[in-house]
């Protein structure tokens, strides 16, 4: 057995050599499928003035970029990028608060094997205005020589729209008024 491992050993690592060659030149003359993956497509939202116009609004909850596992030739893996990809959901095919995506490529010979997410999942709420009081808040420490009689906002209320669900849950705007950079124009001295 010694004997046939060693004997020519010459002649076997030029041979091994030789096979290693010819499936590098074959792999590179028939250019395989090979798999790649893509990340972070993001989804084009499309006719969204349907909802609006229905006066609802709706939020993303799952769904707003996807990622793809594709298959393409060799010559093409590293020149296939997201920027290759458009993923678009049409909202005038909105059924049961899911839209479906689809994906198109701009280059021949790529494949799609699979996509993160098939549906963009959206929630749908009624558009709401509310008139909400705005309250001002002071903070930080008065230069010394200066005090504070009264902060008010003006306008004192405003109008805010959105959804429904969200703008039930505001009960004031509030805005914070930094008065440790109070000046001589800004206050009255207090003496």
Excluded: H
């Amino acid at each position: 057995m010694k004997k046939l491992l060693t004997e020519n050993i010459g002649i076997k690592v030029l041979s091994l050599l030789v096979a290693v060659i010819v499936w590098g030149i074959i792999i590179n003359v028939s250019n395989p499928q090979v798999t790649k993956s893509i990340y972070n497509v993001p989804v084009q939202m499309l006719n969204t003035d349907n909802i609006e116009n229905s006066d609802q609004v709706y939020e993303v909850l799952e769904g707003s970029t996807v990622d793809l596992r594709i298959s393409c030739n060799r010559d093409l893996y590293n020149s296939v990028t997201r920027d290759d990809f458009t993923a678009t959901a049409d909202f005038s095919e909105l059924y049961n608060d899911l839209v479906p995506i689809k994906i198109t490529c701009n280059k021949n010979n790529v494949n799609m094997l699979s996509q993160s997410y098939n549906y963009v999942r959206v929630s749908l709420d009624d558009v709401m205005t509310m008139s909400c009081p705005v309250k001002v808040d002071g903070e930080g420490t008065m230069p010394e020589g200066f005090d504070i009689a009264n902060i008010s906002a003006s306008p004192s209320y405003i109008q805010v729209v959105g959804a429904k669900t969200k703008l039930e849950q505001i009960a004031s705007v509030r805005c914070t008024l930094n008065v440790s950079r109070i000046d001589d124009t800004d206050a009255i001295r207090v003496e």
